[in-house]
């Protein structure tokens, strides 16, 4: 026959605290065994200590608490390998991330200044296929992938071939304020029928100091400091949105130390064409 432990004892045997302890009761997760009416004390068995360690195991996985609840009322073995094969999968992607997030840190706080070098281009116009949308800059990769493939059935199905990689143009609002207008285009030859959400557009010519950005966005930040940094030193900018071009990108690859990004901010040059390292 199971023991009765106070919440106290409980807690001193779980190394779960009273007040954690409480959380789970109110969450639903584990609940007492016993709970007086008049007094409000929780009284546990000891049959609930193998319970308690679990869930303490798995919170230290970082596994939510709705999650622990649908593993421990899983109605066999087989569900429950599976929602726990499903949070260590997460945890790896998760570990992946933070070892890259470190690799980064690591690179930056040994490279602070970052060498590049940086091209002046003078772009005419272009007609393009486009999508424009006003999205939130924490759905901006989703909306990126489901653009570029949108704008590339659609060149594919009328038999046109863009001619040259796909760029986007992203309004200063959309970082300022988390939400703002965002284009993807193809640059194209000739006339095609708009479908769905893909129209034609023509990308406006200009002048600009561009940088080239070699493997994952997730660096994309320090290509832009060097780029910003050049363009102030120097005198050179003007109003005008800045400009991407995914030479390699997602739509290439999925290995990202072989995409390039390229960076354009609008200048106004005064002096030949020609690279300059930074």
Same mark, same amino acid.
């Given at each position: 026959?199971?023991?009765?432990?106070?919440?106290?004892?409980?807690?001193?045997?779980?190394?779960?605290?009273?007040?954690?302890?409480?959380?789970?009761?109110?969450?639903?997760?584990?609940?007492?065994?016993?709970?007086?009416?008049?007094?409000?004390?929780?009284?546990?068995?000891?049959?609930?200590?193998?319970?308690?360690?679990?869930?303490?195991?798995?919170?230290?996985?970082?596994?939510?608490?709705?999650?622990?609840?649908?593993?421990?009322?899983?109605?066999?073995?087989?569900?429950?390998?599976?929602?726990?094969?499903?949070?260590?999968?997460?945890?790896?992607?998760?570990?992946?991330?933070?070892?890259?997030?470190?690799?980064?840190?690591?690179?930056?706080?040994?490279?602070?200044?970052?060498?590049?070098?940086?091209?002046?281009?003078?772009? =005419?116009?272009?007609?393009? &296929?486009? %999508? !424009?949308?006003?999205?939130?800059?924490? +759905? /901006?990769?989703?909306? @990126?992938?489901?653009?570029?493939?949108?704008?590339?059935?659609?060149?594919?199905?009328?038999?046109?071939?863009?001619?040259?990689?796909?760029?986007?143009?992203?309004?200063?609002?959309?970082?300022?304020?988390?939400?703002?207008?965002?284009?993807?285009?193809?640059?194209?030859?000739?006339?095609?029928?708009?479908?769905?959400?893909?129209?034609?557009?023509?990308? =406006?010519?200009?002048?600009? &100091?561009? %940088? !080239?950005?070699?493997?994952?966005?997730? +660096? /994309?930040?320090?290509? @832009?400091?060097?780029?910003?940094?050049?363009?102030?030193?120097?005198?050179?900018?003007?109003?005008?949105?800045?400009?991407?071009?995914?030479?390699?990108?997602?739509?290439?690859?999925?290995?990202?130390?072989?995409?390039?990004?390229?960076?354009?901010?609008?200048?106004?040059?005064?002096?030949?064409?020609?690279?300059?390292?930074?």
């Amino acid at each position: 026959m199971a023991g009765s432990l106070t919440i106290g004892d409980f807690s001193r045997v779980t190394f779960l605290s009273v007040k954690t302890l409480r959380h789970y009761h109110r969450a639903g997760l584990l609940e007492p065994a016993e709970v007086d009416q008049v007094t409000g004390y929780r009284r546990y068995t000891s049959a609930q200590i193998p319970i308690a360690q679990v869930i303490r195991r798995f919170r230290d996985l970082d596994m939510p608490l709705d999650v622990i609840g649908r593993v421990l009322q899983a109605p066999d073995q087989t569900t429950r390998s599976q929602l726990i094969a499903a949070h260590l999968t997460r945890l790896e992607e998760t570990l992946v991330e933070t070892q890259r997030a470190v690799a980064s840190l690591r690179d930056l706080i040994e490279h602070p200044s970052l060498a590049a070098v940086i091209e002046h281009r003078r772009l =005419p116009a272009t007609s393009a &296929a486009a %999508i !424009t949308a006003t999205v939130n800059v924490g +759905d /901006l990769v989703a909306w @990126y992938h489901g653009a570029i493939g949108e704008i590339q059935g659609t060149l594919s199905a009328q038999d046109i071939i863009a001619s040259g990689p796909p760029g986007g143009i992203y309004a200063n609002e959309l970082f300022a304020d988390e939400r703002g207008e965002a284009t993807l285009f193809f640059p194209v030859i000739g006339e095609f029928w708009p479908v769905g959400r893909v129209g034609p557009m023509s990308v =406006p010519g200009a002048e600009l &100091a561009v %940088i !080239t950005h070699s493997g994952s966005h997730d +660096d /994309l930040d320090r290509s @832009y400091g060097a780029l910003a940094t050049y363009v102030s030193e120097h005198a050179l900018g003007v109003d005008g949105l800045i400009r991407e071009w995914y030479v390699v990108g997602p739509h290439d690859t999925d290995d990202e130390s072989a995409w390039k990004t390229e960076i354009g901010w609008p200048i106004f040059e005064t002096r030949p064409h020609r690279q300059r390292r930074i």
